[in-house]
């Protein structure tokens, strides 16, 4: 099918001082724009079918203000309001979209190249912006990072929140720095070539500020999510909500030269239709990429296996680029933590790891404990730079009690043991802020919302959600600014002591993934071995005549034992053993030369490369 051609949304200043104001509000017989600030004014906007009703306005500037009167006399903000600068419940902001762009030639790296860093825009500094974003750049691309991911960044309530209790899909957060910053941080990423991700909530609303019933049917009863109202992607008047979100999408990927979306819980965009909404978003991104001759990319969060996400529309998937895999993430953690709680069940046995390590998903239809079912189907056939890996993220980490991240969890060897399970993955790997010269500030759940009622619904959802887990310790009171401010980072570690010396290890591994094409996504992995006492698993990839060997040991003691071997002759490229990583001390030598085995003597919680030289 072919995708809606959505129309332009909100208030869309011209630069001869005119600007079109259109607004879906099937709802509302008469819409009038009420223009506030140099002056007063008040005008009709005129119908144009289905819903929509337009008008072009003379004599705007960028900075006015202005709501929507709704034919019941409701006056409320614009629901792609470009910016929200007096807050979610204030009037929306007009704003240029003029800006002095640099990047152009600039056609951004295929999936394949990605190394992917998370972070949040409020956290990652200490302003808190996306102009002190700019001088952490440099730093990024000597570790080897070739793309960033932001955290959600439409405009939420207050100044301090993940992002995903956003209400204004269109507006730029005004406390990061609005739209013209965040058009530099992206501007300046592609100066540097870096590609830039933004992460997109499209399965709900935020509670606060979010008005969108008074203007048209945006929510259906028909399913539920975990966040609040589902939204209508396949009901009655479900095209101009689908136009709204497309519309949405091809405003990062044109106006604000973005490389690629990541599409928080596509699991829980309900759409039963014959042609589901994650497919037209790709179908529309993909045929946008080729007017602007640039790549664009789709990235799913969903915990579903689904590999129809990735599949393309002729093999009856929905076509997108990436999928993140959490299997990835669970087999390592419980390997290294130990625990077992909740999710985790599902996991704990280095086959766990393995079946994700060779497949993709550790679950691809076999029996989940903890679901009671089935999960997940096949990913045969799914290209390995479609999965996105990681050993920490926003979600694992802040979603714990104490939001404390995996270098409190485990010592150093643990952390690079994990480092060289991502970085060295056949997938693409994504890191957390921080986890890069192990962070041990925690990254919390934090919020400022205005409703009291709120805010005391939202701590108690939060102290029932962890309860699963069994989790000790108090949960930490998102409202509180304190818990937002023990949430920052704090890059100088990355110049001190053991913070230096994972540093150089991930930039060590990073650079020998850039090296070694047998070391990245256009790799075959040609074998996986486990030995599940003393917890060994031995991996065999390739890419054209190179070829690698792995060895994985997750236990906490020296393991000595024969392993089935690749004949011929090897030469080491990586111990995480190595007093050089401030390590142990490694027994495996430099070289080593096999008839079909070898004896591995294994330090706790280590790995080795090699690479075939004969």
């Not at 709680?341 to 404990?369: K, M």
């Amino acid at each position: 099918m072919t995708p809606i051609s959505p129309p332009d949304l909100g208030a869309l200043l011209r630069s001869n001082g005119e600007c079109l104001f259109r607004v879906w509000a099937p709802l509302s017989a008469n819409v009038k724009v009420h223009l506030a600030g140099r002056e007063d004014r008040l005008i009709s906007l005129q119908p144009e079918g289905h819903g929509y009703h337009a008008t072009d306005v003379p004599d705007v500037q960028s900075g006015d203000r202005y709501f929507y009167e709704l034919g019941n006399r409701k006056s409320r903000p614009d629901p792609a309001s470009r910016s929200q600068l007096d807050g979610v419940h204030g009037p929306s902001a007009i704003v240029s979209r003029e800006f002095p762009w640099t990047d152009t030639g600039w056609n951004g790296p295929e999936m394949a190249s990605y190394v992917i860093y998370e972070l949040h825009v409020g956290t990652f500094t200490s302003e808190g912006t996306f102009d002190a974003a700019v001088r952490e750049l440099d730093r990024l691309k000597n570790l080897g990072i070739t793309a960033i991911e932001l955290m959600p960044v439409a405009q939420f309530p207050g100044s301090r929140n993940w992002g995903y209790d956003g209400v204004y899909p269109f507006a730029v957060q005004h406390s990061y720095g609005g739209p013209v910053g965040l058009k530099r941080l992206v501007d300046a990423c592609h100066a540097k070539g870096l590609a830039v991700i933004l992460d997109v909530v499209y399965n709900h609303f935020g509670p606060e500020g979010n008005y969108f019933q008074d203007f048209g049917p945006y929510f259906t009863d028909q399913y539920k999510t975990p966040w609040g109202d589902a939204l209508n992607f396949d009901g009655p008047g479900s095209d101009q909500v689908r136009a709204f979100f497309l519309s949405n999408a091809l405003n990062w990927q044109t106006e604000f030269h973005f490389d690629a979306l990541r599409l928080d819980a596509v699991h829980a965009i309900k759409d039963f239709s014959a042609y589901p909404f994650l497919a037209e978003l790709a179908d529309a991104t993909r045929l946008r990429s080729v007017e602007l001759g640039r790549r664009f990319h789709l990235i799913a969060e969903s915990d579903r296996n689904d590999a129809r996400l990735v599949r393309s529309s002729e093999a009856g998937g929905y076509g997108l680029a990436a999928t993140w895999s959490d299997d990835f993430h669970h087999a390592i953690h419980t390997l290294l933590t130990g625990e077992r709680n909740g999710y985790y069940e599902d996991f704990g046995q280095v086959e766990h790891l393995a079946r994700a390590y060779r497949d993709g998903f550790t679950y691809s239809g076999q029996f989940s404990p903890h679901r009671n079912r089935r999960h997940g189907n096949s990913p045969v056939g799914v290209r390995a730079w479609q999965f996105v890996v990681c050993g920490q993220n926003h979600d694992q980490v802040g979603n714990r009690t104490r939001g404390d991240r995996l270098s409190v969890l485990t010592d150093l060897e643990g952390l690079k043991l994990a480092a060289g399970l991502v970085l060295l993955s056949p997938y693409v790997p994504l890191l957390f802020m921080g986890e890069e010269y192990g962070e041990s500030t925690p990254f919390q759940y934090f919020v400022s919302h205005e409703d009291p009622k709120l805010v005391e619904a939202v701590r108690r959802g939060r102290r029932e959600e962890f309860k699963k887990f069994a989790w000790q310790g108090e949960t930490p009171d998102p409202q509180a600014e304190t818990t937002f401010a023990r949430s920052k980072i704090s890059t100088r570690f990355a110049v001190e002591g053991q913070g230096a010396t994972l540093h150089r290890f991930y930039q060590g591994l990073l650079e020998l993934r850039r090296k070694v094409p047998a070391l990245g996504c256009h790799s075959e992995i040609t074998g996986v071995v486990v030995v599940e006492k003393p917890q060994v698993m031995v991996a065999w990839r390739k890419a054209e005549r190179e070829e690698v060997i792995f060895a994985y040991h997750f236990g906490s003691s020296p393991t000595e034992q024969t392993a089935a071997w690749h004949g011929g002759r090897w030469r080491k490229l990586f111990d995480s053993a190595a007093k050089s990583w401030a390590g142990p001390g490694t027994a495996m030598l430099d070289e080593l030369a096999s008839e079909g085995e070898v004896v591995l003597k294994l330090s706790p919680r280590s790995f080795v490369v090699y690479q075939r030289v004969n």
